[in-house]
């Protein structure tokens, strides 16, 4: 299990998905997408967005 390194919370693959498209493709530590979207400056709609969007084109991170 990975868990969120600020909050704890038990990550989806799509949360490490886009923490990784986003913020570091080698990253061992992730943000759910909630801290994800605080750290952002967003809100947690823009990171479901993102989420969709790499899916979308394909994006090998996500399954
Ligand atoms: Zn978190």
Redesign the pocket.
């Known amino acids: 299990m990975t868990c969120?390194?600020?909050?704890?919370?038990i990550l989806l693959l799509d949360e490490i998905a886009i923490y990784r498209r986003l913020i570091c493709r080698d990253a061992e530590e992730y943000?759910?997408k909630?801290?994800?979207a605080v750290s952002l400056k967003v809100g947690v709609e823009e990171i479901d967005k993102k989420i969709e969007h790499f899916r979308n084109i394909g994006c090998s991170l996500f399954i």
């Open positions: 969120c390194k600020n909050c704890e919370k943000l759910c909630n801290c994800l």
